[in-house]
């Protein structure tokens, strides 16, 4: 059954699953969807264009899916959209997009912890850990199983790659690619996530393709381009390896060094 505490305010056309929880002094504006099994704490607002899948957990004083702070932005209809089992803490801020691309994604499992700010067009994947007072700016692109330590400003257009972890209260002013450790400032390749890897089942295998791959890239004085024909030719069956691959050949601002 479906509670919402009197206090909130409901738009007239905003959609409520089922078994959703609303706290007191709530907003919930109309354009919005709500799945079922959400649960919506108090003084939080949820702005036109927000979609949110079945089971989030939304805290205290949240606001989720206000307007992109972009100069350019004219009020154009666009989006936010939270996956299933996501959790927002407390004050977080969450934009929706610009005309750029429509729609602010975050996806499945996800936790955003207390202050984080996902700004305009930023696409987060599933199982991604933003702690406490992340910032992302705009048009960042997250890929799945993703952490960020807390405190950590993220610099518009960077992408990072799955299974990598970035140390807290540093600065991303590049591209950080997949499946490894970054730590330092300037920010800098520490090593594979292996840790995190070997709890997700990741084989001894493919650790040790990737291992291989990341002193092609980092410690033989390669150029990026140079390292990338390298890896193919050695490791040419790898699917992990040619993900990574993949991460290179798309950076548009450059990695980490």
């Known amino acids: ?59 205290k004083g949240a606001v989720l899916g206000t307007d992109p702070q972009d100069l350019k932005f004219e009020d154009e209809k666009t989006f936010l959209e939270i996956g299933e089992n996501t959790t ?24 955003i912890m207390a202050y984080a700010h996902v700004a305009h067009d930023c696409q987060i994947g599933n199982n991604v850990v933003l702690a406490n007072s992340v910032n992302l700016a705009g048009h960042v692109i997250i890929e799945d199983f993703v952490g960020i330590g807390g405190l950590t400003p993220v610099h518009q257009f960077v992408k990072i790659g799955t299974q990598s972890f970035i140390g807290g209260g540093l600065r991303i002013p590049k591209d950080v ?17 292996k840790i995190g890897m070997q709890r997700r089942g990741f084989s001894p295998e493919t650790l040790t393709a990737l291992r291989d791959a990341y002193k092609i890239l980092y410690r033989q004085n390669n150029t990026t381009i140079e390292a990338i024909d390298k890896i193919t030719e050695q490791f040419p069956e790898s699917a ?12 548009d601002r450059g990695i980490i060094r």
Do not use: Q, W
């Not at 959703?20 to 799945?35: A, C, H, L, Q, Y």
């Open 240 to 251: 992990e390896v040619k993900h990574l691959i993949g991460f290179l050949e798309s950076c």
């Open 88 to 111: 927002v803490r407390e004050f977080a801020t969450l934009n929706r997009a610009t005309t750029h691309s429509y729609y602010t994604r975050i996806g499945k499992n996800c936790l």
């Open 177 to 193: 690619p997949p499946y490894i450790l970054a730590m330092g400032e300037p920010l800098r390749f520490a090593g594979l996530n």
């Open 1 to 59: 059954m479906t509670t919402i505490h009197p206090t909130s305010v409901i738009g007239n056309k905003a959609e409520i699953g089922d078994n959703v929880k609303i706290g007191p002094f709530s907003i919930i504006e109309n354009d919005v969807k709500i799945g079922n099994g959400c649960e919506i704490a108090s003084h939080v607002l949820v702005s036109s264009g927000t979609n949110l899948g079945a089971g989030c957990k939304i805290h």
